[in-house]
């Protein structure tokens, strides 16, 4: 499976530690951290057992390093995916939403995530944009894959209704034909 459909702009990646805190600042003061214990350690299994790396400077040096930066704008998130940038010509989208900013990177690196934000400011969108992408950039076809290619939980049907009826707004390669009402199931 292919996680990784991320490639960061240049702007973005010339982006220093402190612009990207001023951004994050001002963008409705955005926090990004790994799920952490105490000991600062969760999350950091993938540092090398010898490194010990336990102070809050080390873990923000850390993060910086692994947690990509937020994009300013849309092309910056989907240059790569032309389809995706005419489906948001098409909706009218002119800007991310500070959740989509953040989150549209993490979520195209193939990287684990939780956003929490208010409603009406773009969730949906910032999990559905690049959940297409990963779906229809397989290696396996989606004709030969077995089960969902993506599964959406809501904690209520008045919600699933609402992210449902956001998915049939987007038409990309085909993939709105398999989002109908038969993936709303309730028990």
Same mark, same amino acid.
Do not use: M
């Given at each position: 499976m292919v996680k990784d459909f991320y490639e960061e702009d240049p702007e973005i990646t010339a982006m220093t530690r402190e612009e990207v805190v001023e951004f994050r600042k001002k963008n409705f003061n955005i926090i990004v %951290?790994?799920?952490?214990? !105490?000991?600062?350690? /969760?999350?950091?299994?993938?540092?090398? &057992? !010898?490194? !010990?790396v336990?102070? *809050?400077? %080390? $873990?923000? !040096? /850390?993060?910086?390093? +692994? $947690? *990509?930066?937020?994009?300013k704008t849309i092309e910056q998130a989907f240059k790569r995916y032309p389809e995706i940038l005419e489906q948001c010509r098409i909706q009218k989208f002119v800007n991310p939403s500070p959740v989509q900013s953040q989150l549209w990177p993490i979520l195209l690196k193939g990287l684990d995530c939780v956003g929490i934000a208010q409603t009406g400011t773009g969730k949906t969108l910032a999990f559905l944009l690049p959940a297409l992408i990963h779906i229809d950039n397989q290696t396996t076809p989606r004709d030969k894959r077995i089960g969902p290619n993506c599964l959406v939980l809501? *904690?209520?049907? %008045?919600?699933? +209704?609402? $992210?449902?009826? %956001?998915? &049939? &707004? $987007?038409? /990309?390669k085909g993939i709105k034909s398999v989002c109908g009402n038969n993936s709303l199931k309730m028990k």
């Open positions: %951290e790994l799920f952490k214990k !105490d000991n600062f350690s /969760y999350g950091l299994s993938s540092l090398k &057992k !010898d490194e !010990d336990r102070t *809050p400077e %080390e $873990i923000q !040096d /850390y993060l910086f390093q +692994i $947690i *990509p930066k937020p994009v809501s *904690p209520t049907r %008045e919600l699933a +209704i609402q $992210i449902e009826h %956001e998915v &049939k &707004k $987007i038409n /990309y």
